[in-house]
């Protein structure tokens, strides 16, 4: 069965081509590849971020809060029905630990729940209570498909703690117009094609072996979204009044952004 409730902390790190073939067969020693890396390879990740007309979501969280959550649809496929089985996800932080919750629905009950607010039925009681939590997000927040992202992800879990997760993704694709599944995965680049953003996923310390391989490789800590940096690079792009510190918080007013709506 798929986990459906995740809670832990997440370090984020940058890696250049070159560190990232040094680290991995060191990280082979202690971790083995996830069920999704089948024969030791890369796999796909699509996403729709939800946000409101006037970027209310992804601005709250730039500002670095105590507390921030975003809602997302996710596949591992490309849909090519809207019975296939996909993933709403309602993703919270709360002073640096971050608790994922997601919903397993057909692609047609998931888009009937956002843009309609039906409610799905279920045999499954964790959906169920994952849904109603994803409904009083949706009656607190008027949100739209923004942005889609996709991924190709590389995960590995550890040997002696299977809650022990590092994922490297590359190839971060987003677009802003044609926010389906279904449409599969093109857009934009959204970092050079040689960099590997890799996430340490734990439930307390990072294991001391982890820190003494980082810190010979020189691979430190960094705090990077994707939503968060596409949106950044949106405003830029679109001449946006709004200007971003090194820390995410922004100083001026955007320009809104155009609203889209599903339709099916």
């Not at 109603?132 to 498909?145: A, M, T």
């Not at 439930?203 to 950044?232: Q, R």
């Amino acid at each position: 069965m798929a986990i459906t409730a995740f809670k832990r902390y997440e370090q984020k790190f940058m890696l250049k081509q070159s560190q990232f073939d040094v680290l991995l067969p060191k990280l082979l020693k202690y971790m083995e590849p996830d069920k999704n890396c089948k024969n030791g390879k890369e796999y796909c990740i699509y996403n729709i971020y939800y946000d409101t007309c006037n970027n209310d979501i992804i601005e709250h969280s730039l500002s670095k809060p105590y507390y921030k959550e975003k809602l997302r649809l996710r596949s591992y496929s490309t849909p090519t029905s809207f019975d296939d089985e996909v993933f709403l996800e309602l993703k919270k932080k709360i002073g640096g630990i971050v608790n994922k919750r997601r919903a397993i629905l057909s692609l047609r009950d998931a888009y009937n729940l956002i843009e309609y607010g039906k409610h799905p039925t279920f045999s499954n009681c964790m959906n169920e209570q994952v849904v109603k939590e994803i409904e009083y997000f949706l009656s607190c927040n008027d949100v739209k498909p923004t942005t889609f992202i996709s991924y190709n992800r590389m995960a590995f879990f550890g040997k002696d703690d299977k809650d022990f997760r590092v994922t490297f993704d590359c190839n971060i694709t987003t677009r802003r117009d044609d926010l389906y599944l279904e449409k599969g995965s093109y857009g934009s680049q959204l970092l050079d094609e040689c960099n590997h953003l890799m996430e340490v996923k734990i439930s307390s310390a990072v294991p001391m072996w982890l820190a003494n391989i980082l810190s010979e490789l020189e691979i430190y800590k960094t705090s990077f979204s994707k939503y968060g940096t596409e949106y950044k690079q949106y405003c830029l792009n679109n001449k946006s009044d709004k200007i971003f510190s090194t820390s995410g918080s922004e100083y001026s007013i955007v320009f809104p952004i155009q609203n889209f709506c599903i339709n099916y």
